[in-house]
């Protein structure tokens, strides 16, 4: 948590900063509250932004929701942070406390992401501002490098608990569970 509001203050900063030096610059560039709106909307409308932590939401859901058949038959958590006692392969949490859990941390995802995509968007404006003949050029690139990042991100932060769901469906019907 400390991480992201320190990441939200140098944004923050540098988009206060960044605002001040390109209307104090030139004149000819619109006023710093066309570019928060400019920067705000451009992340608002860019699933970029949101693919991270709807994809972490989705794929933590599948896992514990395929999870609750092997604690119904007393099996237990393998994951500390959604055990009773915080400590691995013991009783797990409520379904209610780990719905929570997962809100959260998709939460946390999504907040990364955005802090990335204003951050990227803050620079793609400085550069068209600066290399305004090769504007097409940078947002293409912009755009490439949030859909990496993004994809990054999703995999990440996902791909352990897609590989959890498989095993546990797999393990469910083995046993006879479902």
Known sequence: MKNHRSAWLVAVAALILWSTVSVSAQTQEPPATSFVREIVKGVALDPTTYAPGVITYGAMRLDWNSSQVFFRNGYVEENAGYTISGVSNSASISRRDGNRRIAGDSVRVLQASLVHNVT??????????????????IRVVGRIERIAAASYLSY???????????????LARQLGFK
């Open 120 to 137: 990227a968007r803050i620079i793609e404006r400085g550069l068209t501002g600066r290399y305004a003949n090769h504007r097409k050029l």
């Open 156 to 170: 990440v932060m996902s791909a352990v608990h897609f590989r959890q769901w498989r095993k546990n469906e797999q």
